[in-house]
């Protein structure tokens, strides 16, 4: 009788390898990595060489001395890695901090299950959400666009996030319109384009809509999950706008504003930590989607996206267990 060996996810037919899909990811944050350069000059492109300097290193390290296996760093995934954990970090973010999340993101959120395949959450985000409750000062810090440098010398001018201006304002007891005309609140024009506080990869929703298209004209990702997660979201925010539009704001600021592109097209669509099927898509990405706007309006972080993606990370196998695929030649049985 022949054995089949079924192997871990991702699952690639075709002729496309990990290797390619993985740099196709990469490209495809090229236009949002650019962005940040233009809005956050050489601190941009030191906090991204760090850390996926970083990633590549660490990852070399393990599978060179502990797992003693076979060398992949030029796959891409730890490139992307490298990247994502950048584009989720404060532009003025020390080194060593960096090192410290690459280290959390590839050390223990990935390669301490065995590598590519098989990580049941997205390495990023746990490098993230790690450097946001060890170093809260430092990860919530953001850097003016703009502010940056003066006659060469970095400028330390930083303000808050349009999501965390909101939040506090609403605390203080205005109203939305009073935070939205206020000048610390940038414009929507501005918001759209990435002119606004906030890290690296959640600047521009243009450059990030555009990596987007990119993937779905390669294939590289699927509409089910982006569909489902910005659809619960957005309907979510609307239900409550226009219940109570005075201390809820209206969906297109939640869209441009905080990770929410970032992790609808680049974090929550992981081939790896995401489910196997259509239906399990769906219901993974409603569940993101929900979770977000649940942290965004009533929890005590602004920003809700790396908790939402995390949370639905676990319920994976989950998820997959429950909408399985019909088994090649299943015999239906009539009643």
């Known amino acids: 009788m022949n054995k089949y060996v079924v192997s871990l996810s991702p699952h690639i037919h075709g002729r496309e390898d990990v290797r390619k899909i993985m740099w196709g990811v990469v490209y495809a944050m090229i236009p949002a990595l650019l962005v940040s350069i233009y809005f956050f000059g050489l601190d941009s492109v030191r906090v991204t060489l ?3 300097a970083s990633c590549l290193l660490v990852e070399y390290l393990i599978q060179r001395f502990f797992l003693k296996g076979k ?3 030029t796959d891409g995934s730890a490139v992307i890695t490298g990247i994502l954990l950048a584009f989720n970090v404060p532009a003025n973010l020390p080194n060593w901090i960096i090192v410290v999340g690459a280290i959390v993101a590839i050390g223990i959120a990935k390669m301490s299950f065995g590598g590519l395949g098989k990580n049941p959450f997205n390495p990023a985000l746990v490098g993230r959400v790690f450097l946001l409750i060890a170093f809260p000062v430092q990860m919530t810090s953001w850097p003016k666009p703009h502010a940056l440098f003066s006659d060469g010398v970095v400028d330390a001018i930083t303000g808050a996030t349009p999501l965390g201006i909101l939040k506090e304002g609403l605390k203080n007891g205005m109203s939305v319109d009073q935070i939205m ?3 610390e609140m940038p414009r929507y024009v501005d918001m759209m384009l990435g002119n606004m506080g906030g ?3 959640e600047m521009s929703a243009i450059a990030l809509l555009i990596g987007a298209i ?3 004209w390669k294939k590289i990702i699927t509409w089910h999950i982006p569909v489902s997660y910005l659809g619960s979201a957005l309907a979510f925010a609307l239900i409550f706008w226009l ?3 005075v201390h809820y704001v209206n969906p297109l600021f939640h869209l441009v504003t905080g990770g929410l592109m970032l992790g609808v097209f680049f974090m929550a669509t992981d081939m790896v930590s995401s489910p196997m099927t259509p239906v399990g898509m769906i219901v993974y990405g409603i569940g993101c989607g929900v979770l977000t706007m649940l942290i965004r309006l ?3 972080y602004p920003e809700g996206v790396s908790f939402a993606i995390l949370l639905m990370n676990a319920f994976v196998p989950l998820i ?3 909408f399985k695929p019909k088994r090649f030649g299943e015999k239906i049985v009539k009643k």
Do not use: E, H, K, W
Request: proline share 4%.
């Open 199 to 201: 890290s690296l990869g």
């Open 298 to 300: 009533f929890g005590a």
């Open 243 to 245: 219940i109570d539009p």
């Open 71 to 73: 060398i992949s760093i």
């Open 181 to 183: 005309q206020s000048g």
């Open 320 to 322: 997959n267990a429950g």
């Open 50 to 52: 760090i850390s996926v």
């Open 214 to 216: 990119y993937m779905f």
